[in-house]
């Protein structure tokens, strides 16, 4: 097997150091700075994260031969473009669904028990009680019924939260289904984001979907930024309509927009899959799956 070196553009690859180029700028990166970095190396294998992975991009590495995305989202690569350029594309599903799934229910609790402004007000050495709400009762629609959403799904269950499922694509039957999207938002409590994004799907959660939701609901996005339309939901939560909303992805990351000003959001910096455990596995995964994938093809 050739020993080009392996470029890794995640934020950071910890799995193994052995023909390895490390992302030198530790965060996602451009199209233009993958481009730089695919014309320096021209590596046959990349381990990918959620860069634009553009047709351009591939062209500024005749030697690739395979994109193993560390996660489960394949939205950022032009698939269209790997197919016709002969270069295999790989993710990893599974390593990633419960540390997303956990964080997905981590902040919704933060949010209705206001455990995130509890710990500030201490912070700011006052002793604000903030009233809180039980996931116990409340209507949970997951939208997206992939393995994040079933495991979010089995999660609240277990608190004794209905649970209501949005997707047009899935025929689950463990949990009541409502694919009239008004219907579905107008019968929710808290909406949680698990979806893959695409064309269509994009910024579904918009001032229209808003509009539909009871005033006072909750949203929580782990899926992809651009599921959301970041304005119409700051103008939602200042209206009072959205009541809190957690976030863990944004439209552009980092995240310095406007949302930062309200006390009843949550954000985090796109933690979804940073527990220890499934870090390293998704690694590990994308790492040997490239390899094995390369060793087939040079036989």
């Not at 030198?24 to 860069?51: D, Q």
């Not at 649970?163 to 808290?190: G, M, Q």
């Not at 970041?230 to 939602?236: H, I, Q, T």
């Amino acid at each position: 097997m050739s020993k080009s070196p392996i470029l890794t553009t995640t934020s950071s690859f910890s799995y193994t150091t052995e023909n390895i180029i490390q992302n030198p700028f530790k965060r996602k990166l451009t199209e233009k700075e993958l481009i730089e970095l695919l014309k320096k190396y021209n590596p046959e294998i990349l381990i990918a994260g959620v860069e634009p992975i553009t047709e351009k991009a591939m062209n500024a590495s005749p030697n690739l031969k395979v994109i193993a995305r560390v996660g489960v989202g394949l939205d950022n690569v032009d698939l269209i473009a790997a197919q016709k350029k002969n270069i295999e594309v790989l993710n990893t599903p599974d390593a990633v669904t419960a540390p997303v799934a956990e964080l997905t229910l981590g902040l919704l609790l933060s949010l209705l028990r206001k455990i995130y402004t509890s710990h500030a007000s201490i912070l700011q050495h006052k002793w604000d009680r903030p009233m809180g709400m039980l996931l116990k009762g409340k209507t949970v629609g997951i939208m997206g019924a992939g393995r994040i959403g079933k495991y979010v799904a089995n999660l609240v269950k277990a608190f004794g939260a209905d649970v209501l499922i949005y997707d047009p694509f899935s025929s689950i039957h463990s949990y009541s289904i409502e694919n009239n999207i008004e219907t579905f938002a107008s019968k929710a409590d808290i909406i949680t984001l698990h979806m893959p994004l695409t064309n269509e799907n994009k910024e579904i959660l918009n001032e229209k979907f808003f509009s539909m939701l009871k005033r006072g609901c909750y949203i929580v996005n782990t899926s992809r930024g651009e599921l959301v339309n970041e304005n119409d939901l700051y103008n939602a939560l200042v209206s009072g309509k959205i009541s809190g909303a957690a976030l863990d992805v944004y439209n552009k990351e980092p995240y310095t927009g406007k949302l930062t000003e309200l006390e009843n959001v949550l954000l985090t910096a796109h933690i979804g899959s940073y527990a220890k455990e499934a870090r390293y596995e998704m690694e590990k995964q994308a790492y040997e799956d490239a390899i094995n994938y390369l060793k087939k093809i040079q036989k």
